[in-house]
């Protein structure tokens, strides 16, 4: 996906410019035109507090619309909404944090992530923070979850739940890749 050609698109679709944005969410004007321009890559952090200052979601960002007058009740893995693309997070070439989203979480009042970090991925340096509730499951791999001041590693069988609204984090300090699936309430993220 073209991260900045879309937030470009967003961002003067809702009539602001770039300075504009940049003040809202706490960065330089240069740093946005560098993301537009795909010459950065935000990390999950940076690309939520843009998001939040336009305001819009990540599942709205990066979600294609769906428009089935049938229901839909089931996914294939490739039909899940990639929320955070591997290229986010890591301007080195290697590979970051993957969140995929099963379906829709517009429609509904809960959001499932299935998420991979692969050794050394974060969601990065700044710590997430929104409206909702959030709990997972490691089902491979280890994570390091920083939730406010507590901070633990989970291995396979672990799992958390706070109050999305503290400060946290999460970090593989393995050697292999890190598998969660998780959800929230509402889909805030």
């Known amino acids: 996906m073209d991260i900045g050609g879309r937030l470009k698109a967003v961002r003067e679709t809702r009539g602001l410019s770039q300075r504009d944005l940049a003040g809202r969410a706490g960065l330089t004007n240069g740093a ?6 795909n010459k950065s890559s935000p990390s999950v952090a940076s690309l939520k507090r843009l998001l939040d200052a336009i305001p819009m979601t990540m599942s709205e960002f990066f ?9 839909k009740y089931f996914y294939s893995a490739g039909e899940f909404t990639e929320l ?3 290229s986010i997070g890591l301007g080195n070439g290697a590979k970051g944090v993957s969140l995929r989203q099963l ?7 809960l959001m499932v992530l299935h998420e991979t ?4 991925a974060d969601t990065g340096p700044d710590m997430l923070s929104h409206e909702s509730e959030e709990a997972g ?5 280890i ?8 901070v633990r590693v989970l291995n396979p069988g672990d799992g958390y739940l706070f109050d999305s609204r503290l400060p946290h984090r999460f970090r593989n300090i393995g050697e292999t890749d890190c ?3 998780s959800a929230c309430t509402p889909p805030t993220f």
Not at 32 to 37: A, D, G, K, N
Not at 63 to 71: F, I, K, M, N, W
Not at 103 to 109: E, L, P, V
Not at 117 to 120: Q, S
């Open 84 to 86: 955070a693309p591997q």
């Open 117 to 120: 970090y692969p050794p050394g």
């Open 143 to 150: 994570v390091e979850v920083t939730v406010g001041d507590q």
């Open 63 to 71: 979600s294609e619309v769906e428009t089935a007058e049938v229901p």
């Open 137 to 141: 499951i490691v089902v491979s791999g």
């Open 32 to 37: 946005i035109s560098l993301i537009e321009q």
């Open 103 to 109: 379906g829709d979480a517009s429609r509904h009042s």
């Open 179 to 181: 598998v969660v699936v």
